[in-house]
């Protein structure tokens, strides 16, 4: 069936606003959905790039990773796209209704798709890849971008009782006071005085989220590892994203000489029934205002002009059909 879509012909190139042949779903399981909207998530870009991990380097593509639709019975959902499937960034898509949920009458189906994306992968790291205790304190690195903006509300509703957010940018770091933060630590190009003040301020916490991997997470594990005042105390570092790199260079003895923890959370690292099954709590957090998440939603036939646009800190693009 013919319906508009946000077309990727050259991982070179920002999609295209084109006409698009939809397959028909092809079981039960498979619906055809009216999209409503869809976050332009950092996650987006890279699959449509072909840089992610995931990526299999077909085209063409529409892109997306999650979305708001309408069912044809007349039910909104919020549906995780399948990469067997065509994308969610179309006027229409077909999902795996066994990878969707359903959402309450009235939801902003706006703030949904920009919030949902950015929060799911801090709020399974903390409710199963490595369950918090209430109490416990938590490093957010990378506090800075939006995914860490929402981390660190994540982390206060789940009930942390210290929240330190580090980052690049201070304009950011000066707001995440607002958001939960009960200290906050500028990385910066002075590796030492950043490996103190983040031994000043984080050397105890029982748990790291981390946006950002390569250098800064190497130089944070070691500065943290070596300031700790009982090495055999759990510190647990939950690696997410890897917007400083995609290596890290780990001294072996930081593995040897303390209680350190390194996992994953990801496609692959957690189940899509385990993430699936976190949405409801979730969405009720994001709808009852949990957490706050600032929008900016923008016409799907514009997204090659939103896609080519720099990101706003602190705002996600949200295209609507």
């Known amino acids: 069936m013919d319906v508009h879509a946000a077309v990727v012909s050259s991982f070179d190139n920002p999609p295209r606003y084109e006409p698009f042949d939809l397959p028909e779903p092809r079981d039960e399981d498979q619906v055809l959905v009216d999209v409503l909207a869809v976050g332009l998530h950092p996650r987006v870009r890279s699959g449509a790039s072909g840089s992610h991990y995931t990526s299999t380097g077909k085209l063409p593509m529409v892109p997306g990773v999650d979305g708001v639709g309408r069912r044809e019975d007349g039910r909104t959902v919020y549906f995780v796209a399948d990469e067997e499937l065509v994308g969610p960034m179309a006027t229409r898509t077909v999902i795996d209704s066994r990878r969707s949920v359903v959402l309450p009458e009235g939801v902003d189906v706006v703030k949904i798709a920009a919030a949902m994306n950015p929060a799911m992968s801090s709020w399974v790291a903390l409710r199963r890849r490595v369950p918090i205790a209430a109490g416990r304190s938590v490093l957010i690195l990378g506090a800075t971008g939006n995914a860490g903006q929402m981390a660190v509300q994540v982390a206060k509703r789940l009930g942390a009782g210290r929240v330190v957010g580090a980052g690049r940018d201070r304009a950011r770091l000066a707001t995440l006071a607002g958001l939960g933060a009960d200290a906050t630590v500028a990385l910066t190009d002075d590796a030492d005085a950043t490996a103190a003040a983040l031994a000043e301020e984080a050397a105890e ?65 957690v189940s899509p029934r385990t993430y699936l099954e976190q949405l409801p709590s979730l969405i009720d957090e994001i709808e009852n205002g949990g957490l706050a998440v600032t929008a900016d939603p923008v016409p799907l036939a514009d997204v090659e002009t939103a896609w080519n646009a720099p990101d706003v800190p602190g705002i996600r693009t949200v295209l609507v059909p």
């Open 205 to 269: 916490v029982d748990l790291v989220i981390d946006y950002l991997w390569g250098k800064p997470a190497g130089d944070a594990i070691m500065a943290l590892l070596q300031a700790r005042a009982d090495r055999g105390r759990a510190l647990d570092w939950i690696h997410i994203g890897a917007m400083a790199g995609p290596s890290v260079e780990l001294p072996s003895v930081a593995l040897r000489s303390a209680n350190f923890r390194l996992q994953g959370v990801g496609q692959g690292a």
